[in-house]
């Protein structure tokens, strides 16, 4: 397997959106830069791994970033579909096989590395294919949440110091306050969908109360924990996919996304099965649970909007229209 080494590098979900438009627009799934197709799939592990070659291509999946396509029974293809994925890819290819060796959930480290070539101009992976569903189509029940809450306490490891940093989500909550709360006060005048009133301020309050704590440990995080990254099957954990934003960060970062994903009721038993934290700790974690249903709410393609406002009405800052 090459080695590759970890840089500490810009990247974020859609660039925190600041790559397509700004933050008091909606936006949607944007547009390829490279065209990924069976062929080249294919042209690209006969170049590079040969073995690898003759396996039948399977499911195809993209996402924002990235195309995963499925070869024989228990490998995928993973390719950045964008430059910017480009950066991101370092994460999943050197820092996630640093991080991931104790862990109980399956991640998808990579097996082989693929080099840029005259088909592709950048690098790709070979990575274990984790069969299940994403958590927006089979969302994970009780004791999914319970797997849930002692896979992040695995994660949640204290961070090393050349651990790469998310411009956007490693920085504590004050320093993204502003970006949140534009994109709050957008939904709170245009809601997507005319479905839901949302009090920008009594969001905005939840998130400058807590974001005036900022003494906490730095953990190794996963930063991007939606539906999509989320791989169930029977309404239990699977595993863990998409690292390329994961970084140096707050561990309230991690859990007020997976309070999104899971609601009130499961993130409590959550929390149950991850452990002892801080009234600080949840507060933050709430605050962040804000700006992330935010952040959903403003796509305009997916599950993910109605995610956010579902998110968004259990936090208590939005309200279904009569």
């Known amino acids: 397997m090459t080695s590759t080494p970890v840089h500490r590098r810009s990247c974020g ?9 700004g933050v008091n627009e ?7 830069e ?6 080249l799939v294919t042209r690209l592990l006969r170049e590079q ?14 996402g924002w970033d990235n195309v995963t396509w ?5 490998l995928a293809v993973r390719l950045p579909r964008r430059a910017i994925a480009s950066t991101m890819v370092i994460t999943e290819l050197a820092w996630l096989p640093r991080i991931s060796k104790d862990w109980t959930f399956r991640a998808p480290v990579a097996l082989r590395i693929g080099d840029p070539s005259g088909s592709y101009p950048w690098h790709w992976s070979v990575v274990p294919w984790l069969p299940g569903h994403n958590a ?14 002692r896979a992040l306490a695995m994660l949640h490891q204290p961070a090393p110091a050349d651990a790469p940093l998310n411009p956007f989500r490693s920085t504590p909550l004050a320093h993204r306050i502003d970006r949140a709360s534009a994109r709050i006060d957008a939904l709170s005048a245009r809601d997507v969908n005319g479905q839901y009133w949302l009090n920008s301020e009594a969001a905005n309050d939840t998130m400058r109360r807590a974001s005036r704590h900022t003494d906490y440990e730095r953990v190794c995080a996963h930063l ?35 309070y999104v994903l899971l609601g009130q009721a499961k993130w409590r038993t959550m929390l149950g099965a991850y452990g002892p934290t801080s009234r600080a700790t949840r507060e933050r974690a709430k605050a962040e649970a804000i700006a ?15 995610c956010g406002w579902e998110a968004l009405v259990s936090l208590g800052v939005a309200v279904p229209r009569e």
């Open 13 to 21: 979900f859609g660039g925190e959106f600041s790559y397509v438009r």
């Open 26 to 32: 909606f936006v949607s799934t944007p547009p390829a």
């Open 34 to 39: 490279v065209a990924i197709d069976a062929e």
């Open 49 to 62: 791994h040969p073995d690898l070659a003759d396996l039948p291509l399977g499911r195809r999946h993209e």
């Open 70 to 74: 499925r070869i024989g029974e228990e």
């Open 136 to 149: 927006f189509a089979q969302p994970l029940g009780v004791e999914g949440a319970r797997d849930l809450g």
């Open 224 to 258: 991007d924990l939606h539906g999509k990254n989320i791989i169930t099957d029977n309404s239990r954990l699977v595993g863990i996919i998409d690292w390329g934003d994961a970084g140096a960060g707050d561990r309230a970062t991690d859990l007020g996304q997976a």
């Open 292 to 306: 992330y249903a935010a952040t959903l709410a403003t796509m305009t393609d997916g599950p993910y909007a109605q």
